[in-house]
């Protein structure tokens, strides 16, 4: 049974850069599937991040381009995504994803965990 | 961007009921259209992909239909563990969710 695994600091200052990394159990990375972001804003919906298409290439939300990098560890298994300049608007719950099923799901989650960014 | 706009944004029901949840995109979108379920605390899972085919593992009161730019998610005989908040998510362009539905008991 594949398991996604968030780690990285909970608490992050302002313009400094949020680091996750996500861990993945029971399966491979290198699957034929998307691996990706999706965060939450408090007492708001659900915002898609980013992702890393078959191709290796990453796909990610306009809003957010520019601050965003999102990496595959192939040999530890693991998805890492770097947001920089954030903002106290960037304090959320940040969910590790796999996605492309079918109809472009994500069938998978991690826990989350929520990051607030404050001095 | 794709407006994923979810209806009503709350509603109450009891236990046995059939429940009915509709989303709407600013475009269409074909049948690229899922649905999702996220309890307090806790990740959101898929119920629906595809806008009509059940996840594996979900129960099969849950339903989806609709294609182009209107959907319907219902359950057909509400459960007490059916209470939470709806989303409906659109991967034609740029993956966009709609704003939720909660759920509540009546």
Not at chain 1, 56 to 75: A, C, E, F, K, Q
Not at chain 2, 16 to 35: F, H, Y
Request: proline content about 4%; some cysteine.
């Amino acid at each position: 049974q594949v398991q996604l695994q968030e780690s990285g600091p909970r608490l992050v200052r302002p313009s400094q850069t949020l680091s996750r990394t996500c861990t993945v159990s029971g399966g491979s990375i290198s699957s034929s599937y998307y691996w990706g972001w999706i965060r939450q804003l408090p007492e708001k919906g659900l915002e898609w991040i980013g992702y890393l298409s078959r191709s290796g290439s990453t796909h990610s939300n306009p809003s957010l381009r520019g601050r965003i990098t999102i990496s595959v560890d192939t040999s530890n298994n693991q998805l890492s995504l770097n947001l920089t300049s954030v903002t106290a608007a960037d304090t959320a719950v940040y969910y590790c994803t796999r996605g492309g099923g079918t109809g472009g799901s994500f069938d998978l989650w991690g826990h989350g965990t929520l990051v607030t960014v404050s001095s | 961007d794709i407006q994923m706009t979810q209806s009503p944004s709350s509603l109450s029901a009891s236990v046995g009921d059939r429940v009915t949840i509709t989303c709407r995109a600013s475009q269409r979108i074909s049948t690229l259209l899922n649905w999702y379920q996220q309890k307090p605390g806790k990740a959101p899972i898929l119920l629906i992909f595809g806008a009509s085919s059940l996840q594996s593992g979900v129960p099969s009161r849950f339903s989806g239909s609709g294609s182009g730019t209107d959907f319907t998610l219902t359950i057909s005989s509400l459960q007490p563990e059916d209470f939470a908040v709806y989303y409906c998510q659109q991967s034609y362009s740029g993956p966009t969710f709609g704003q939720g539905t909660k759920v509540e008991i009546k």
